[in-house]
């Protein structure tokens, strides 16, 4: 499902292989590229481009910025149809990164077909190169800042040259935007996924993703507000991201607020897991709210069958002793007894 050339394509086609038949005859690595383009032979592009050791300062494509948007997006998507049944896939690497680059970061930069070169990077099980979150997330964001689409259209534009976006290529360049601390954008992404129409809705990780980030830069009120979001929407987050932000709740001295939440995944049937709970005890512990961590507790073993450690027992225990609550204590003591026994 490829890219459907404009109607002047004859045109251009015409005017670059006049361009191919005056460029040197030298085996140059571009020279190469050029006659494998010239001839429709892309499936040599991955040897020429090993035998040839390019630089990854050089970028073998950039004789194609010279050509007009749509015959580059056209080559490209020629190019990367072609390599679809390329065996092993391991051996496109250099050419996708080669791809990647030269649609990110040359002075035209071709968004829509960059989604579409890492889209099939993502699908060949490569990972592309670590500078790639910096010029996707700088292009991305040029882009929107200089044409304002919202980002369903950025997205219903990369499905329109034939290549629906997935929730790979969108977690991607989450994590991207996330990265260079563009987390305000990565909001925008998320919400933009489910205003495609497209089919390509977030999922834990894309929502991950950003609540994790949310919680380093300590902005745990929105992480709070995306795990609702999340759950509201009926996306199940992982026991990770969970820790993350009950974790993050806890550094910031909110253990009421953390509490809080944990009670309502539990309500709307979310795993919180051993070490949600164990992170939640600890920080009543350190907060002093003797009471809450012995009601936390309860909660582990009655609804969980989880016992803390016993050195959080301990502590519970001769907490609620100390503020006068030997009542709480015993009963807490005897439900651990219980489970224990």
Known sequence: MGFSPPATKNLYKSSFQISLLHSSSSQTPQNSIKAAIKSKTYNQIPYLLKSQQQSNNNDPFS???FFPKPLRTQIIDQILQSLIPFRPQSHLKL?????????????????PIALAVLQRTLRSGLAPSPDTHLSLSSVWADSRRR????????????ASIGYPPDSGTCNYLIMSLCKTSRLDESINVLKGMNGTGLGCLPNSESYGVVIGAMCGERRTKEAMWLMREMVRVGVMPRQGTVCRVVAALRRDKEIRRATEMVEMLERKGVSVGFEGYEILVEGCLERREFVLAGKVVMDMVERKGFVPYIGV?????????????ADFASVVRQKLVGVLS
């Open 95 to 111: 050419t996708y990164s080669h791809l990647l680059s030269h649609t990110l970061q040359t002075p035209k930069p071709l968004l």
């Open 63 to 65: 004789f194609l910025a």
């Open 313 to 325: 027992r301990q502590r519970v225990v001769k907490g609620l002793v100390g503020i006068g609550k």
């Open 147 to 158: 044409r304002r689409p919202s980002v369903s259209v950025v997205l219903s534009e990369m």
